[in-house]
């Protein structure tokens, strides 16, 4: 008896149990998977998750129980699986996929391998080591009530990194030190306080008033020379030696510095000035229905609290902290802790009242400062099932049946509810992983940025290797090496320094991926404030092209948005632990013509 | 705390659920009392979604009994459960998914219940059904203000038919609120709120949807709407031949049984007064048993709505879902 089912392709029927494959991800579309592929016949199975179980996970990864909270993703569902049907053989691994015991050998040895991923990090890289193994991978997505389901094979389709996606949300230094004007930039600014006091010292997260903003000093006679106010000793080391007095904190935040912010008179002449708030005058601000002692989830998350009761939760909140700092060198911010989640909540509402700004409910204020996306058990359902019949083609090697899918919300434009593309999305001749020859351009400025600055930056975070060597062409040296100890000494060197200048050609070759790209390095210097530090452009027509037309959407070109500018930039870091599976592939594609509405986005 | 009130370990628990279709939308589902008729392959994707999603309480109805095959394509089943009766069979693993919500198994044949039965529901779910109890459970839905839905899977094509009443419903719609100036002169930034937006959408009753051969009704209203989807067509070919055979298709029968659908279509076909080539032979190939990934699809879609049904949030698909069994997309469609 089995369960493989009629009414597909006959040599399908009879590849099914003989098959290996890989799940990447055990969250919403990782449990589903699994339970299709185990109903439908598949008898060898593999999943990998670094994830352990939460409370939130439980409305829809249904393989996992109350009582599996903190154990490991993988390997409660690899049992949860065995429990209906204990012939299949099934092997969990609980770690990254980015690890170096998952090279390509590791994927060679699968028929398939389907992505359940929630993060563009991961999903770059299984892109990279399905293409380096050639090996098909259906890559899938949900967020909210739409989805997507795309089948990528080397030679035969797109890959996940042929189009540029859209950059991670990132807000200027200045506008969240000294004009914030939306909710979110108080929201920052409270996550940034929280790591200033309690959490790991980083330069790039100050709260203090920034004197070097630029707008500050448009008129050349630059009213705040002296920083007096800016250099004090660390933040975390003041809050100490106060011994985290909350009304001395409170007082210091809210009041002394919004008074020096008020000083930079250059700031508030097209602005609505900030008005500085005392610990003493925070108390009277109470709103008419007292709902301080009103504890239902309604009173305490949905409503937005009056500044009295931010002032008091501050102030608890700093209590809590306190306590759970002593013993420790620093707290993580984590938005299901609850002081730390009362305390950003409280911060940010204080700070929009000062500028004028809407405040939010605590529940609202998780969303953005957790960046929690959505998520349901129907989409992922859905989805699911989706990938599954696909893999049922792939087996076959039947890719001219896989379009990509996607699911979406009804509207009136289409009577779509799942929409196929009409064919197989076509590579991007320029994309700079798939193409014969990846090649980029980068734009960078050579007598600034160090070495490790363009490893950490452009060759990790923006260019996705996991563990780069880099060779000057022509001149044979060694820039960068993933042997430990051989190439530490060229950390802190400026790129000029070693000869890479405008016009060096810098060959990466990152071995895990198997994925050897060529740099043509071009100077470049940032000239206005929101510049970016850097640009990365795989084709040089697309830049003429896009500098032409600027206004563009998101583009086709490589250019990133501004990502780090010393401490000038902040970042929203998308929290990529908390909804691990049902992911939120963040692209903006075309759909047939049939289909109007065709863009699933994370909605920030 | 009042009942009505979400404790503090349901928002926790619906936490990513109640940031898409807020919380009013949770109260009204956690207030809901669903029947389901038929927990096979179909019935248990949909039982899994609608667990999930925290309603009140749900009665799960079939009188059949699990085969072997049944619990290797069922996850609601354990290997001991073969030869026992379905409904009492998937009440462990069901509670398991939630165990907030009631769960009650009844084995009973559904067509021996009388009206009754049916009138203490907020929606009923069929899979599973004849056409002609499929209908007598919408007229007592319709006399009683409950809404109702039908689906099933035969192979890789799937279909499901709603009757959502006179269903009112809130969408939420971001506008931006104009500049205001303030007392100085200078401007602040547009503020955007959400509005909550009513509408309503008019279901026809199920047998204006649902009209086959020999019932002597008229499908004038049918047959004169432009640009039809074939499945739908399809659609009514198998529940023809469910209702001829009281089975569905049987893959160890196979060349009979497509030669009986080949029939019923032709006549379904002519019924309507379409051409015999726009529904393929090939396809009656494709309807033989129920499968896994299809049922998944189908329960997400059927489970989508019910939850919309309830929770009176966003706006339903139309009354017919149909889903492409060559390229796996899937259209809304509105019949009668
Ligand atoms: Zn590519």
Redesign the interface.
Known sequence: MSSVPYSIDPRARELIPKSKVLVVGAGGIGCEVLKNLALSGFEDIEIIDLDTIDVSNLNRQFLFRKEHVGKPKAVVARESILAHNPNIKIKAYHDSVLSSDYGVNFFKKFSLVLNALDNRTARNHVNRMCLAADIPLIESGTSGYSGQVELIKKGVTQCYECLPKPPQRTFPGCTIRNTPSEPVHCIVWGKHLFNQLFGEDDPDQDVSPDAEDPEAKLDGKNSVTDSGNIKRVSTKQWAQDVDYDAEKLFNKFFNEDIKYLLSMENLWKNRTPPKPLSWKDAQDLVTDENTNNDSSVRAVDMEVWSIAKCSKVFSESINLLQHDLKGKSYLVWDKDDKPAMDFVTACANVRAYIFSIAQKSRFQIKSIAGNIIPAIATANAIIAGLVVLYAFRLLVEDYEKCNSIYLRPKSVHSKFVLAADKQLSKANPNCYVCSPQPFVNVFVNVNKLTVKEFETELLKKHLNMVAPDVVLDGKGVMVISSEEGETEANNDKILSELGIVDGSILKCDDFLQNYELTVLVNQYEAVEKDDPLYKVVANPEELKAKESKKATENGASEQKEPESDEDDIVCMESNTSEDPQEGSSSKRRKLNEDSDDDIVEVPL | ?SEK????V????????I??WG?ESQERLRAANILLIGIRGLGS?IA??IL???INSLVVLDDGIVT??EQ????LL??DSIGKKIAEEVLLKAQ??N?LVKISADTSSPTSKDGTFFEDFTIIIATGLKTDFLLKIDKICRSKKIKFIAGDVF??FGFSVADFLNHEYFEDQVKLIAKKR?H?G????P?KETVKVKSEIIYPELNKVIILPNTKQSVEHIKKVKRRNEYFFLMLTLLEFRDRQERNPD?SNKEKDIKVLQEIKSEILDLYGIDQEKLDDGLL?????E???????L???I??EV?KAVSLK?????NV?L??P????????TVG
């Open positions: 705390m009130q979400l404790s503090a349901e928002a926790e628990l619906y936490d990513r659920q940031r898409l919380i994707e899994k979604n999930l999603s925290g072997e095959e290797l394509k069922n996850f354990s290997k398991a998914l165990p192979g890789t303030a100085d200078t401007e602040t930034k503020e893959i190939e494709l309807v033989f048993g499968i896994v990934p299809v049922c998944a699809v329960g997400g879609v489970a989508q939850i966003e706006a339903p698909i139309n879902f889903f492409d060559l390229t796996y997309s899937g259209k809304e469609e």
